[in-house]
């Protein structure tokens, strides 16, 4: 199984720096619905969609954190 690439991975960070809380947080259960959906019949796609709510999810809690 694979996820994202490196470079994916650094276009996700950069995009969620710009973002607000509130699109973090929709951002993050979108791609865990895609996850789930993809659940069992894509594996490849289910992975890149975890990691995709990986990262957009650790700019939420470092953001929520300094609250």
Request: aromatic share 14%; net charge positive; charged share 30%.
């Amino acid at each position: 199984m694979s996820g994202a690439t490196a470079e994916q991975f650094a276009e996700w960070k950069a995009r969620a720096k710009t973002l607000s809380v509130k699109e973090l947080r929709y951002v993050v259960q979108d791609c865990r619905q895609a996850m789930w959906a993809m659940h069992g019949h894509n594996a490849e796609r289910e992975c890149f969609y975890a990691d995709q709510a990986f990262t957009f999810g650790d700019e939420l809690r470092r953001r929520l954190k300094k609250w």
